[in-house]
């Protein structure tokens, strides 16, 4: 559950640092395929002064930054289009990802090297803390909502 936790802070915590809202995030230990492997991030986005390229880029952020997350708290170094429970997050970024690549080689280099920027990034103590205590959060309560999200994180974004 701790991974899936920290996996679902790193998709919150991107969402709001690029300027979207996040609705609700939430842990099930119950209804995964896999060992605490289940959980959802709702993320609302306001489109307002964003080009359909930010949005884009944006998205693939969020949609990646839980396996980046993911990777940095076990340590382990997957390629994020090759684990199965991050099908549905590989997916929505090569999807938000064509609209900015042409060819399925510039596609993967972008994901690939968005993911490589989110690792280097999010291993940063300013970032780090704010997903470490989101997952902390989540671990305890398992569903969290705007207020409670945007209490935990506020400070860190400033």
């Known amino acids: ?93 090569v999807v938000r990802a064509a609209r900015l690549r042409k060819t399925h080689r510039e596609i993967l280099e972008y994901l690939e090297d968005t993911t490589r920027e989110l690792i280097a990034m999010l291993r940063q103590h300013r970032h780090w803390s704010p997903v470490a205590a989101l997952a902390d959060h989540l671990l305890a309560y398992e569903t969290m909502e705007t207020w409670e999200i945007e209490g935990v994180v506020r400070h860190w974004l400033r």
């Open 1 to 93: 559950m701790d991974t899936s936790a920290y996996h679902e802070a790193g998709h919150a915590y991107m969402a709001m640092y690029v300027g979207a809202r996040v609705r609700s995030i939430t842990i099930d230990p119950e209804s995964g395929t896999g060992p605490d492997r289940s959980g959802d991030t709702h993320v609302e986005w306001n489109l307002r002064g964003w080009t359909k390229p930010q949005f884009a880029e944006n998205s693939v952020r969020v949609a990646l930054a839980g396996p980046a997350v993911e990777m940095i708290y076990t340590g382990d170094p997957y390629h994020p289009g090759a684990v199965q429970e991050w099908a549905d997050d590989w997916e929505e970024a």
